[in-house]
């Protein structure tokens, strides 16, 4: 593990599949290790904050997880939101785990019939075997490496909000809560969506948190609040949500727009 520190400001533009725009901010104090994966079959690099005074205590955490997870992504920004949060005791201590892109297509999004999706991301799903990857991989190795408890988070903007909403609906035990802000509903010609009261039938008897919030932007938009009319009359009662419907927000301001309250909420919504 190597424990690295910056003191510089990075300013990288990273345009990615499904439009989403990243500007990093101040790089924080933060480890960084790779893990030779099986399940999409190359070498990750995963980026790991820890709040202050975690490696002088005995205590574990829970952890969020994130996608877009690179010092070029959204890994500084998030961290430095929960670092203030945490100082402010908005939020208690968590962990941060931030997964580097590689073919950030091929990994956020599951298989689509859409062949005009193809102008955008592969047809493939390789979600399911990104999602693997973070299951069955990546979760044992954080907890051999940190001090973590069972509690556990997911984080994406966009695409990678997608695969937040994705993981949500498919794989609902996977995570304790769920953040997604201007997720790519439209995806599949909005699968997630339209299929949202069938897939709610199933949904696990545990307790699950999630928000998720829409911009202005009027492709994806339309479908966060048709998700939300769902929610509202067929929700189970294990779950408790929110929806932000921000339509003063453009896709690539929601992120940073409405991270702290999304935090906020979901972190103290037990």
Sequence with gaps: MI?????????ALFV???GQTIISGPIPTHDDFTINSDLVNETR???VWTPP???????????????DGGIKEDFPHIANTLSELIAKKS???IILVGIENTERGRDLTGFSEVEEDAEYCPLTDGAKNFRAFITDELFSEIEERYRVTAEKGLIGESLSGLFVMETFFLTPEAFDFYIAMDPSLWWNN??????????????????TRLWFAGSGAEDISKH???LAKTLETESPNQLTWKYSDEPNEKHNTIFRATKEKALTWVLNAR
């Design 53 to 67: 005074n975690y490696e002088e205590g005995n205590h574990s955490l829970p952890v969020l997880y994130m996608a």
């Design 3 to 11: 424990k690295t520190v910056f003191v510089i400001v990075i300013t």
């Design 91 to 93: 939020i208690p201590p």
């Design 16 to 18: 990615g599949c499904g």
């Design 45 to 47: 690099v995963i980026n």
């Design 224 to 226: 966060t609040n048709n």
């Design 190 to 207: 909005h699968y997630l969506e339209r299929n949202a009261s069938n897939l709610l039938v199933t949904f696990p008897n545990k307790k």
